[in-house]
């Protein structure tokens, strides 16, 4: 059952800080305190937040997450909102993730490389620093197919149904695209269920010719992967 911080509904009152803004006393690669109006605020903070502060001493805002338990409440600061973003989707969407593994996914490198990462299935680049490989491989499987559908909003605009359709003909993807689909869901599924390529490669072509019989073009690598997995097992 996915972890779950006791502040799930993004708009609830309980969330008492957007921001913090004000100067920054002090800074260490997991934390750093904010001085605002004689308060100084203790954030929790990633990597990718630490290199984005300034120095010490200077004007610096922090975007926050309260998260509660029962015997603390913790801030945590972000340098920008797709970093917050993405640690909330950790926490509330990924089995056994919580919000000190979260802060050490953050931490292995820029955010838009380990969101690819994970939409192509990429276990092996969140390994490291607190992270193992099971959970890696839950984040790729539980927070896979979110980011995918994600990017697809961000990047088609609002259509009506019928070209919607039309245009998702014109765009399925090419013979050398799915070429590299297979590729990658091959890579995928032998490291994630733990079997040889010539398994995990009938396992990927029983996934197409299962989507064939529907009628069907796997719109992302996470398709592949998550019906390949099932033959394997």
């Known amino acids: 059952m996915p972890y779950k911080s006791k502040?799930?509904?993004p708009e609830s009152p309980i969330?008492?800080?957007h921001h913090v803004s004000g100067t920054l006393t002090s800074k260490t690669p997991s934390d750093a305190v904010v001085e605002a109006g004689g308060v100084g605020y203790l954030f929790r903070i990633p990597l990718s937040t630490y290199d984005a502060l300034p120095p010490v001493g200077k004007h610096a805002v922090l975007l926050a997450h309260l998260h509660v338990t029962d015997d603390a409440l913790t801030l945590f600061g972000f340098a920008t909102a797709a970093e917050r973003a993405f640690?909330?989707?950790l926490i509330q969407h990924v089995s056994g993730v919580g919000p000190k593994l979260a802060l050490a996914v953050l931490s292995r490198g820029n955010l838009a490389h380990l969101q690819q990462a994970i939409r192509l299935g990429n276990f092996a680049a969140l390994k490291g620093g607190g992270v193992g490989e099971g959970t890696a491989k839950r984040i790729v499987l539980e927070l896979g197919k979110i980011l995918v559908k994600q990017t697809e909003?961000?990047?088609t605009p609002a259509q009506p149904a019928?070209?919607?359709k039309a245009r998702a003909a014109v765009h399925a993807p090419a013979v050398s695209g799915l070429?590299?689909?297979t590729d990658l869901a091959v890579k995928a599924v032998a490291q994630l269920n733990?079997?040889?390529?010539?398994v995990a490669l009938r396992a990927v072509q029983r996934a197409f010719d299962e989507l064939r019989e529907a009628k069907q073009e796997p719109q992302a690598v996470q398709d592949l992967i998550r019906r390949a997995l099932?033959?394997?097992?």
Do not use: H, K
């Open 87 to 89: 640690f909330r989707q």
């Open 7 to 9: 502040i799930q509904n």
């Open 179 to 181: 070429d590299e689909m």
């Open 15 to 17: 969330r008492m800080f």
């Open 194 to 198: 733990e079997v040889p390529s010539d």
């Open 230 to 233: 099932a033959y394997t097992e």
């Open 162 to 164: 019928g070209e919607r």
């Open 153 to 155: 909003r961000e990047e």
